[in-house]
């Protein structure tokens, strides 16, 4: 059988870590004498090697884990936002003089991701106004538990 056929067969079978790692092992193997045992299982640990990363690949796709983001990667051309000042915002020169910065924005567009990046000189930004999340405590106090009526109007004593 030709290395062309045994390639198609092994895509056939969706063997790809085996199929990329083709070539390069048998030659190995045979500059090396190895026996077919030898040469088998090394192709064999390369299908496993893969299938292992396809898996993580798609673990993490799964995941929807958020993106990496910077303010270099951001478009500044065709919106409205003043690239100088959040470029002084984010080196943190207005933190020394203790100016606010409130942030507007519909749902989806990146308030609190702006909210929670330290600044340049290490520092991170104070959040003033917070709505605390489900869960949370308002005003640092414990969240207390609804209160109970009494089921019967009479109570024993």
Request: overall charge negative.
């Given at each position: 059988m030709?290395?062309?056929e045994l390639l198609d067969l092994m895509n056939v079978l969706k063997l790809r870590g085996m199929r990329a790692a083709?070539?390069?092992i048998l030659s190995e193997g045979l500059k090396r004498k190895l026996s077919f045992h030898q040469i088998l299982g090394k192709l064999f640990?390369?299908?496993?090697?893969?299938?292992?990363?396809r898996s993580i690949r798609y673990q993490l796709d799964v995941a929807?884990?958020?993106?990496?983001k910077s303010l270099d990667s951001f478009q500044f051309a065709g919106t409205p936002i003043n690239e100088a000042l959040v470029r002084q915002w984010h080196e943190g020169l207005p933190l020394a003089s203790a100016r606010n910065l409130i942030?507007?924005?519909?749902t989806g567009t990146g308030k609190t991701?702006?909210?929670r990046q330290p600044t340049h000189q290490g520092r991170p930004p104070r959040t003033?106004?917070?709505r605390p999340r489900s869960g949370e405590s308002a005003g640092g106090r414990e969240p207390q538990p609804p209160r109970r009526r009494d089921a019967s109007p009479m109570r024993t004593y």
């Open positions: 030709q290395t062309a083709f070539e390069e640990a390369c299908e496993i090697e893969e299938r292992k990363l929807n884990l958020p993106m990496t942030l507007v924005g519909g991701h702006g909210d003033l106004l917070h």
